[in-house]
């Protein structure tokens, strides 16, 4: 079946710019993740879902992060007022709804490079 | 503090060679330990978490609480395990993963 996908995989924005990152996570899938990967570092947690709940914002860097999913299946990321320092790699996972499960699938990212 | 931390960012060995991954975890309780894998243009992937105790590709890890690590091992390297590896862990907050900045393992023939 179908992984989660991810769109753009790229994006080039000026600095000053809003974007706007979504994420198709499995059918099904109860969970959902963001993070952010900078170059050279590990996946950082920005954020977390359960349905349409956004549980945990506590990776989020600054207001100008926002994320969303209103009907608990695809989710948008959107950051305003891009800056350098947001350039990175922005990676979704999602997981089932399986009690003790803690497989995360990811989706192949969407890079964001911010001039 | 939860922290990971992947002391190396590359580690080169040929092809038949035993390779070691070293983790270093900071955190107060009981861990939740995992590595995942990265192979070149594919999704990061779990490879295998230390609950299970299980064998993965030849890859096992033992989490050691004396020495807060979690290294992974495997006797004899392959070409294709040639990836990006990244340790994580689970702590208190169960929806909460905290990854190291990954090691690159290069096999070479």
């Known amino acids: 079946g179908a992984g989660v996908s991810q769109s753009p995989r790229y994006k080039v924005a000026k600095r000053g710019q809003d974007v706007a990152l979504r994420c198709d996570p499995i059918?099904?899938?109860?969970?959902l993740f963001w993070y952010q990967q900078a170059l050279g570092q590990g996946p950082e947690f920005l954020t977390y879902f359960q349905n349409e709940a956004q549980l945990d914002k506590s990776g989020l860097p600054s207001d100008r992060f926002f994320a969303e999913r209103p009907e608990g299946s695809v989710s948008t990321l959107k950051i305003q007022r891009t800056q350098q320092e947001d350039s990175a790699v922005y990676l979704c996972?999602?997981?089932?709804?399986?009690?003790?499960?803690?497989?995360?699938?990811f989706g192949p990212g969407t890079r964001l490079t911010v001039l | 503090a939860q922290r990971v931390t992947q002391p190396e960012k590359l580690l080169s060995v040929f092809k038949g060679a035993p390779v070691e991954l070293k983790c270093n975890y900071s955190y107060s309780g009981s861990p939740e330990l995992f590595w995942y894998v990265q192979y070149s243009r594919q999704r990061l992937q779990l490879l295998l978490r230390h609950i299970s105790r299980e064998s993965i590709k030849g890859f096992t890890a033992d989490l050691n609480k004396g020495e807060t690590s979690f290294h992974l091992k495997k006797p004899f390297a392959q070409e294709e395990d040639s990836a990006m590896y990244y340790c994580?862990?689970?702590?208190?907050?169960?929806?909460?993963?905290?990854f190291g900045s990954g090691t690159k393992l290069n096999v070479k023939p």
């Open positions: 059918s099904g899938h109860v969970s």
């Open positions: 994580a862990l689970r702590g208190y907050n169960f929806n909460k993963f905290y």
């Open positions: 996972a999602s997981r089932t709804r399986l009690a003790g499960e803690v497989e995360q699938f």
